[in-house]
């Protein structure tokens, strides 16, 4: 993990060789930085190295990208594993490396694509898939598997495209966060900031409905 781990750091280093500004995952009182990232990094590879020898592998960071019924812009999907479980059948595998357990949502829209497209009808798919976010962090919470072959990409589209219609009208939901001290922006944000003269000269919210 050093051998691979180290020269991708050395060479983001080149790009901002401030670690403090780059963007950390875990707990605000103590982010997985420098040395925790790396540990974190063994910790993740260990469990996916787990988890995949109970898998049969057919497709590793597939591109599912297309379009869906009634949304008006393509897609794009990278699913990280396809294949097939000793024991849950054709399944759809994405890692979450944090701690945050997510919604089935991001795993519908991967079943939903590969139904558009066709992947695995008359092929590998055997009675529909099952999706499984796996949860690399140590101490992170475990999902369950997802029976994902009902779903319904007319539904799914439909999602997309209302947010994809509050976009075009330029509703945005601006929030102050962890996140907000690796933006850039943030010194010239209303929300970030408050009203400074700063903030207030950039402020583009009444032009791209958001505040810089």
């Given at each position: 993990m050093e051998t691979f781990f180290y020269?991708?750091?050395e060479k983001q280093m080149e790009v901002e060789p401030d670690l403090s500004k780059w963007l950390a995952g875990g707990p605000a009182d103590s982010p997985v930085t420098h040395e925790k990232a790396l540990q974190r990094a063994v910790e993740c590879y260990e469990k996916a190295v787990e988890y995949l020898d109970e898998l049969d592998v057919?497709?590793?960071e597939?591109?599912?990208s297309g379009g869906l019924p009634g949304l008006s812009v393509p897609v794009k999907a990278y699913v990280d594993i396809i294949g097939e479980h000793k024991k849950k059948g054709p399944v759809i595998v994405d890692w979450k490396t944090g701690s945050t357990k997510?919604?089935?949502?991001?795993?519908?829209t991967?079943?939903?694509l590969l139904s558009e497209v066709g992947y695995g009808q008359?092929?590998?798919m055997i009675g529909g898939w099952q999706g499984r976010y796996v949860m690399l962090a140590p101490g992170s919470a475990n999902t369950r598997y997802v029976d994902l072959s009902k779903v319904d990409p007319a539904e799914?589209?439909?999602?997309y495209q209302k947010v994809r219609e509050q976009m075009e009208a330029k509703i945005y939901k601006t929030q102050a966060g962890f996140n907000c001290r690796f933006c850039f922006q943030s010194e010239n944000c209303l929300?970030?900031?408050g009203i400074t003269k700063r903030s207030v000269y950039y402020d583009r919210s009444a032009e791209d409905g958001y505040p810089f």
């Open positions: 020269p991708l750091v057919w497709e590793v597939y591109d599912a997510p919604d089935n949502f991001q795993l519908e991967y079943a939903a008359g092929g590998n799914v589209g439909a999602k929300v970030n900031k």
